[in-house]
C-alpha cells in the first residue's frame, strides 16, 4: 500500500508539473530567439519570487500573531508553566549547621550595633505671645501713629 502511494503521489507531481510548466522546445530556436526565451523565464521567476516573498511575509506574520494570541490566553487563564525544580539533598549537619548560624547571625546583629546618644533638642522658652505682638509684628511705629490719632 506504501508503495502504490508513493507511486501516486509521484503521478499526480508529475501532471501537475506538466500543467504548470510546458516542456521547453528548444531545438531549431536562433540565439536572438534563445535570449528572448531566457528573458521571459526570467520575468516568470520574478513574478514567482515576489508572490513566494509576499506569503512568507504573512506566514511569519500570522505566526507572531498566533503567538501572541496564544500568550494573552495563557494569562488570563493564569495557568503558568511551572519550572522544573531541581532536588537539593542536604545532610543532617548541613541542616543543623545552616540554622545554628542563623541564630549567632542574630546575636550579632545586636551586638555589633552602635549605641547612639539622642540630644534633648533645645526647646525656646514658651512665653505669653500676647506680651510679644507689638515687638513682632513690626507695627510699632504704626500703632503709635494709631494712638496719637484717637
Known sequence: MLEAEKEEK???????????????????LSVKELQELCKELHRKIDIVDEARYDIEVKVGKNDKEIENL???????????????????????????????DTKLMKADFKANLKTV?????????VTDWRKNVEAMSGMEGRKKLFNAAQ
Request: overall charge positive; some cysteine; hydrophobic content about 30%.
Open 70 to 100: 496564544c500568550q494573552k490566553i495563557a494569562d488570563l487563564k493564569g495557568k503558568m508553566k511551572r519550572p522544573n525544580l531541581k532536588r537539593v539533598k542536604k545532610s543532617a549537619d548541613d541542616v543543623l549547621g545552616a540554622l545554628s
Open 117 to 125: 546618644k539622642k540630644e534633648e533638642e533645645k526647646r525656646e522658652e
Open 10 to 28: 509521484m503521478m499526480e507531481r508529475e501532471s501537475t508539473l506538466k500543467e504548470r510548466v510546458p516542456p521547453l522546445k528548444l531545438a531549431g
